[in-house]
């Protein structure tokens, strides 16, 4: 269905980038995983190249982590390390309270809210 889409719309997808993020049951995703097919009643499997994601694996999205069952931490341990680099390169400029103010507000604020709302 996916290829007679682009066809008529003349989009184009990365089969390569492609993921599938199965979400219901636990035995829905195992058969959806194992026979690589969305709904039982698919004639073919889903092409190789693209990618389901297996319980307790993350997948990044426009930055946001969408995953089954995995730990809750998980997306924060990159921002985390984001924040971290980014505050170290402003603490070798000596910036002042104030602009110490700022810098967090936009560096760890910034980077909280863009992962809330994602």
């Not at 194992?34 to 307790?56: F, G, M, W, Y």
């Not at 680099?85 to 604020?109: D, E, F, Y």
Request: proline share 3%; with cysteine; charged share 25%.
């Amino acid at each position: 269905m996916l290829n007679a889409w682009c066809t008529v719309s003349g989009a184009k997808f990365n089969m390569e980038k492609t993921e599938i993020i199965p979400i219901s049951t636990k035995e829905y995703r195992q058969r959806v995983i194992t026979l690589r097919k969305v709904n039982k009643l698919d004639q073919t499997p889903l092409k190789e190249q693209i990618h389901i994601a297996k319980d307790s694996k993350s997948i990044r999205m426009l930055g946001a982590w969408i995953e089954n069952q995995t730990k809750d931490d998980a997306p924060w341990e990159t921002i985390i390390d984001k924040k971290n680099g980014n505050l170290g390169s402003w603490k070798c400029l000596h910036p002042t309270l104030n602009r110490r103010k700022l810098i967090m507000q936009a560096i760890v604020g910034g980077y909280i809210q863009f992962l809330m709302n994602a």
